[in-house]
Each structure stands twice: as C-alpha cells, then as structure tokens.
C-alpha cells in the first residue's frame, strides 16, 4: 500500500512539475518604468492607465461611479449581479450625454469596463508572467491572450470590428482568444473561457483572495493545446483544449478590468518557448 501511495505521489508531482521544464527565451519585457512604456500599450473603452511609482495604474474612468453603489450597500462586488450599473450609466450619461446609448447590448447598458492591449504579437508557445496587486475589494480582473482574428489577424486588424470595452465585443464577436478571470471575491475561482462563444473551459483556486492586499506573481504556460495558470507558482488549473474548433496559437495578449475594478501590474515578461 505504502508504495502504491507513494508511486501516486511521485506521478502527481511529475504532473504539477513538468511546466517548469521548459526551455524559455525573453522575447518581450516591460517594467513600466517610464510612460514611454505605455506605447507598447492600446487602450479600449473608458480606461485610464497611467504610470505610478514604477507600475502600471489601471482602472475604469466610472470606478468611483461604481464603488460608492457598493459602499453604500456594503457588500464588495464579486463578479456577479447587475445592479451596479445603474450608478455607472447615470455617470456615463452626465459625462458623455446621448453617446452612452454605444454602451448599450441587447437593450441592456454595460458599459464602463476597459481592455488594455499589449501590442506585441506573442509566439504560438510562450510563457506570460507579471505582477499584479488589487487596490480596490471589487471583482474583476482578466488576462486575455492568444488573441486574433479567425484567420489570424491582429487584433488591431482593419477587417475586425470596432471595440470600447462590451463584454460581448471580446467573447460573442470576430475576436478568438483565451480568458482566465480572477481576483473575484465572494466566488473564489479562477475562471478560464475560450471565445468566440464565452466557452467556461475549467476553474481553479484564485490563490489572489489569500491575502487580497497583497502582491501575486500571474503565469500563463500556453504549450500547444495545453494552458496552465499560475499563481504565485501555485498550479490553479491545467486546461488541454481538445475542442471541435482547434486550440489557438500565438496572437495578441491584454489586461481587463470590470469598471469596480483598480489595480496595480509590473513586470510584464514574455518568453518563448523553445522545443
């Protein structure tokens, strides 16, 4: 019985160990140092990204819109649940007046979330690592990546729509990628999908909630059809994309937030991964 456990422990610490075998090369860093830095950036939707203290400020131009709703209901915003909006459209019109209605979807506002695009077009196998800190109690941060078009495009690419942050711009449009959600208080997942289609392909534990005030080291291993995330070198989920329509390949990554939202990112590394 001994060894039979013990045979367990050693194929299951293969399993959990063998991303870290992979030969890497720095294809791509940016350390937000500078504002030059934010050229390497493109911006969607009511975002505002600036540079402090050597990091990457991110947040919603409505997120204090936002989070005075949810102070004066005094529960923090988990990712779920609607009723924040109406604070946020009543900003949104104040400031932009009839335009607000190009925030609308389905008859419904949704709008005040931003996507902040890394302009670099990653390899089919890579490695995307940064650092990220919450400065607000409120859900929801977002890594997108392996971005494009259906025939491969850049996400910047003329042929594809235009886009300003809808939710639905990203995952029920022309845009294929991956998306791992996290830092959702209350639910306590990381969550990845697979788009077009909003597809929830796996969960695994959102190590940021440990210590909500801390700083966590993010990693993405995308190796052919297999995607595993990291946090603070904590395995939350491997994820094998055996889907109908084929895993996706390189393309363009991106940092989203939920206009309740704030943030601090560093350390944007990008390796290749060499066979």
């Known amino acids: 019985m001994n060894r039979i456990l013990l045979s367990i422990c050693f194929i299951l610490f293969y399993v959990f160990s063998v991303a870290q075998d992979y030969n890497t090369k720095l294809v791509y860093s940016c350390d937000f140092n500078s504002s030059d830095d934010l050229n390497d950036w493109v911006m969607e939707g009511?975002?505002?990204?600036?540079?402090?203290?050597?990091?990457?400020?991110?947040?919603?131009?409505?997120?204090?819109?936002?989070?005075a709703y949810f102070n004066m209901h005094g529960q923090p915003f988990s990712g779920l649940?609607?009723?924040?909006?109406?604070?946020v459209e009543a900003a949104m019109r104040s400031d932009i007046g009839v335009q607000v209605q190009e925030y609308y979807y389905d008859g419904k506002f949704r709008g005040g979330h931003l996507v902040l695009w890394n302009r670099f077009k990653t390899p089919d196998n890579?490695?995307?690592?940064?650092?990220?800190?919450s400065l607000s109690d409120n859900a929801l941060h977002m890594l997108m990546f392996s971005c494009s078009g259906k025939e491969g495009q850049d996400v910047f690419d003329a042929s594809l729509k235009k886009r300003w942050g809808l939710a639905a711009q990203y995952t029920k449009s022309d845009l294929y990628n991956y998306r791992i959600s996290f830092f959702a208080p209350g639910r306590g997942?990381?969550?990845?999908?697979?788009?077009?289609?909003?597809?929830?392909?796996?969960?695994?534990?959102?190590?940021?909630?440990a210590d909500a005030k801390a700083v966590h080291?993010?990693?993405?291993?995308?190796?052919?059809?297999?995607?595993?995330?990291?946090?603070?070198?904590?395995?939350?989920?491997?994820?094998?994309?055996?889907?109908?329509?084929?895993?996706?390949?390189?393309?363009?990554?991106?940092?989203?937030?939920?206009?309740?939202?704030?943030?601090?990112?560093?350390?944007?590394?990008?390796?290749?991964?060499?066979?």
Not at 201 to 206: C, L
Request: charged share 30%.
């Open 126 to 133: 890579y490695v995307l690592e940064c650092d990220f800190q």
């Open 81 to 87: 649940g609607e009723e924040y909006y109406t604070a």
């Open 46 to 67: 009511p975002g505002v990204a600036s540079i402090k203290d050597g990091r990457l400020l991110l947040y919603s131009k409505y997120f204090e819109a936002a989070n």
């Open 189 to 209: 997942t990381s969550n990845m999908r697979k788009c077009p289609g909003r597809h929830l392909t796996i969960k695994g534990e959102d190590y940021t909630l």
């Open 217 to 275: 080291r993010l990693k993405i291993v995308k190796y052919k059809d297999t995607i595993e995330w990291y946090i603070n070198d904590q395995l939350s989920f491997r994820y094998m994309d055996k889907t109908e329509d084929d895993y996706l390949k390189g393309g363009q990554a991106a940092i989203r937030l939920m206009v309740p939202a704030k943030g601090l990112y560093d350390n944007y590394r990008i390796y290749e991964i060499i066979d």
